[in-house]
């Protein structure tokens, strides 16, 4: 099979397609033949090792999937040869062929294609962030701030605000996130290259702030985020895109009686040193049902910046790393491939 091949930590610009052999299947799992992967910011940090968590070498690099099962372990039960599944997965997404973890899989409705389906699972910690009641827990009427909103996690973080009532305000860099940001269901977009995005919140909150923060940027975002918000607020921090994590001022979160939480998604697929899972399980089919529910209904619209083949995953990496892409950006193989012409 073909596969982004690590064969030892690098910088992703130095990562090339290979001959790979096919992984082997073990007793709880699936072999997939590969039709769709994700391509994000956190690969750039899995390839070179820099992640908290180190895929054992070689490998291929990829933690989003969809695909047709062609195998099924011997302990497999939920799944049979030809069903259509996608998941997020340990690693292996950027090959033609992969093996995930059943627990991992989820059943894709006919009514969700394979990239869609990305773009779905990408919404799994958006919609986890805001749902589950030791996290942000939004509730209608609340004033929901969502920075990095035209990203891959942003985008559909503000649809789902609306979804559950909430007022959305959410911040972007160009007029083109703007529009989109708008068409999801935004209520207030803000270029926060052009206006201190602090002052214009408090403005559209006529001085009262915001109840709930999304972000996934980290930095100066969140300790500004901080000082527009409301008392007894939750912000979450979803990961820091903007490279900087920030320090928190702990004298804040006591005047304001805010909560700080944090949304780490991979933690519930298995990306943790205590493997937790399948104690998870439940939960996580429970939160995928939701989201492709509100996707089938259409309260949910994938928004795919980019559809590369395998071969042009260093051209898919870019689009994500510069910033230009408007949700998703998705490798594609197989049949799927030949569907976009590729």
């Not at 000082?227 to 903007?242: K, T, V």
């Not at 049902?289 to 990496?317: H, K, M, T």
Request: aromatic share 10%.
């Amino acid at each position: 099979m073909r596969a982004v091949w690590v064969d030892e930590y690098k910088p992703f610009e130095e990562l090339r397609l290979a001959e790979a052999p096919s992984p082997e299947i073990g007793p709880r799992q699936v072999r997939i033949r590969t039709q769709a992967a994700g391509i994000s910011f956190a690969d750039t940090l899995f390839v070179p090792g820099t992640y908290q968590r180190k895929p054992p070498l070689p490998f291929a690099p990829g933690y989003e999937v969809a695909g047709v099962v062609t195998e099924i372990g011997a302990e497999v039960s939920r799944f049979k040869q030809g069903d259509r599944v996608a998941g997020s997965i340990d690693w292996g997404a950027m090959a033609e062929e992969t093996v995930a973890m059943e627990v991992n899989l989820h059943a894709l409705p006919d009514a969700i294609g394979f990239p869609e389906a990305i773009y779905a699972t990408g919404s799994l910690t958006a919609c986890a962030a805001q749902t589950w009641p030791h996290l942000l827990n939004v509730q209608a009427g609340d004033w929901l701030l969502v920075h990095g909103a035209a990203g891959g996690v942003g985008l559909p973080a503000v649809a789902i605000g609306k979804q559950l009532g909430a007022r959305v305000i959410a911040t972007a860099s160009s007029e083109a996130k703007l529009a989109a940001i708008r068409a999801h269901g935004a209520d207030h977009a803000i270029n926060y290259a052009q206006e201190n995005f602090r002052d214009r919140v408090l403005e559209i909150t006529e001085g009262r702030g915001v109840d709930k923060v999304f972000d996934p940027v980290g930095g100066d975002v969140f300790s500004q985020s901080l000082r527009c918000m409301a008392p007894e607020g939750r912000i979450c921090a979803i990961g820091f895109a903007s490279g900087d994590i920030p320090q928190i001022p702990a004298n804040i979160l006591l005047v304001k009686n805010l909560t700080v939480c944090g949304a780490n998604f991979g933690y519930y697929v298995g990306w943790s040193p205590n493997d937790v899972r399948y104690e998870y399980e439940a939960r996580m089919r429970a939160l995928t049902d939701q989201v492709y529910n509100w996707f089938v209904e259409g309260a949910l619209r994938p928004q795919i910046s980019g559809v590369y083949p395998l071969e042009q995953f260093q051209d898919a990496i870019r689009a994500v790393m510069n910033r230009s892409a408007i949700g998703r950006v998705v490798l594609v193989m197989g049949d799927e491939a030949r569907k976009h012409g590729f």
